[in-house]
């Protein structure tokens, strides 16, 4: 067994590989060489021919994009859109924190706002050039910009005024970039905004400890608790008036998801219930505030439990507010009752997932809730579910995401995203109507009710005629004969059910061509590239990369129809013509990590796997994810205790003497949970005699793009070098 201990620049790297060959009875003797991680390109330049240029890992680290949680934010008349863009950051993460110094997380690092007019396309950055920013909203009246603005080296609340240019930044309001949903909230009156403000008190600890985090919530970026973690710290709810710059204690008590009433009188928000911790996580609590008199407090619902916390939503009328919680809606008309009502749960054919932020109709009597199966409303009175058009198939409101929020028409109706277009339903009849077909992908905001801004590259649509255009392409300055992948839409069925995905391929493939191919999977997901991945990279390096749906029924338990969806995708993989049946792999992260763990267990045919930030072993993953696996993502229908022959069922780790194919794990050392579970899964292939290698990032944390440049570097080219290993080999490439 051959060990190897790397150090990539003073970050700490941390690589491990293990062949089969540990004998009982002999001595292991391991041996420790340092060494240095070159900067290697995709391929080579003697490849390049004629005007070819093929991609490097330095054009992926140095490529720009629009952040993928960062709202866009489009002024009310539809005239600029404030854009995040993150490029690459070598800003450092404190030891066992998921911040840096100054407060930002590891997702948010090198974020600027861009402002870009959709009448001429003139881009600015209207917090300074290269000045970091994120987290842009728009005042009611259009007038002024908010965001989140690095002031030497502290981050605070700042104003940009569109009439006069003038950017105004309020050092009296601190905060931080935990998450990036998390924004400046404005009054209806644009005179003024509420922002969690967070302090601490230079007496009483060291100034590193700030940013710390308790074991316990490492899994939960909203349960950051900083005043249970340090004493020193503590966060409130601030209010800062627009025309005297003045900033008030508005709430002693900070909360999240702030959202305030159409009538400014009223705030809801969800709560973190500190004194009920605990020892799997907090409990959350909606309350309501009075503004004339914040510390009059109206606790809605309390000792709720999940993996999100709840979103308020008001009505129109401003007198009632609704949320999602637990997989459960609720509702409390606040001019007669004291706390929230649970609704009736959806008619099983309307297959429906509660979550999110419903939308009211305009009349203020119903809720609207979007799905697999069309348009449902529910009587807020009654809790009578209807149909609004349940011939849809699946939609969901265009401008809602995790991170964007929903917003009725001003004709009574919402848009639809479907997979056709966008529609416009009545929330009242269910009458539709079609606005354009486009498929829209990443963030989406709409301005009037006109027009809509996407991104990936931030293109703007007409509503009315179907016009499309590109307003701002995040990498416009990377070489004009650099090479993009060629798409190739991929569909199959299983189980009845027609399924979809796309293979990402060289930019010359010739039809009929097999080419080695790794499946980037993420179950419940289709077509899911977020960077996590280089798939650019690989793609130059002449290998097809597919990302197929795998759907979750919840019938057999994760495990089984992750293993048997993988297998369906890699079938129809070899069907449409470009992947060798003798040279294939599987990667993926987080959940897809996960889901690369079962398909090495239970599938035969890959050569290969990469696991990234996935779990292994469900049990002990259990006591640090309050509610994933009860009602979550995680699928177990219940806790550890009640449950644990489904944990073990469904855990890769039980069935690791089945491997037959080396596997690759990397997790961030920084994201305790993520590192113990691949060293876990890495101590048992060495136990087993199984050929795999570990790379541990020291203080890197879930997701590889909130990672300093240089572990992202050396993570592009662990994942290069490994499925070369192992898809080449035999080709004689």
Sequence with gaps: MAHRFAWAG??????????GGINKGVKVILSIALVTVLALGGRSTAAEEGARRYLTIDDVLAAEKVHARSPLAISPDGALVAVTIQGASEERLMPNSFFTRDGISGENLGCTVRLVSLADGKITQPFGDGVYAISPVWSPDGRTLAAHVRDGGHLCVATWDRRTGKR???????VMAAVA???PVWFPDSQSLLDVSLRRDPTKADEDAIWTRD???LNDPRKLLPEVADPAFSSTIARLDLASGNVRTFALDAGDNLRIAPDGRHVAMAWYE???KTAVGVSSAVVVLDVAAPDRRQILREGLQG??????????DSRKVAFIAEGKAFVADLTREAQARMLPPPPAEAKLRLEGQPVWSDDSLELCLTGAQGAWAVDAATGAWKALDATLGPVEWLEQNPYRFPRMSHDGGALLKTAEGVLWIDLRSGATKERCAARLTGNRAVADDQSVVCGGDVWSLDLKIGEQRTILTPNSGRPPNLLTPKLLPVRWKMGGKELKGTAYLPSDYQAGTKLPTIL?????KEDRVDHIQPV???????YAVFCPEILLPGKAGPLEEIVAGTEAAADAAVAAGFADPERMAVMGHSYGGYGTLCAAVGCRRFKAFAALSGMAELGTAYFGMTGYFESGQGAMGGPYWEKRDQYLANSPLERFPALTAPLLLAAGGGMKSDSDQARMAYEACVRLEKTAKLYVFDGAQHGPPAWPAHDRRALAEGLRDWFNQFLRKDSGE
């Design 181 to 183: 949903w998390t924004r």
């Design 307 to 316: 993996n999100w916390m709840a979103i308020p939503a008001w009505s129109p």
């Design 536 to 542: 650019d990279l690989l793609v130059s390096e002449g």
């Design 10 to 19: 003073s970050q700490t790297r941390l690589a491990l590989a293990c062949r």
């Design 215 to 217: 074991e316990i919530y």
């Design 520 to 524: 980037q999977i993420y179950p419940g």
């Design 168 to 174: 105004t930044l309020h050092r009296a309001l601190p």
């Design 274 to 276: 500190a004194e009920l």
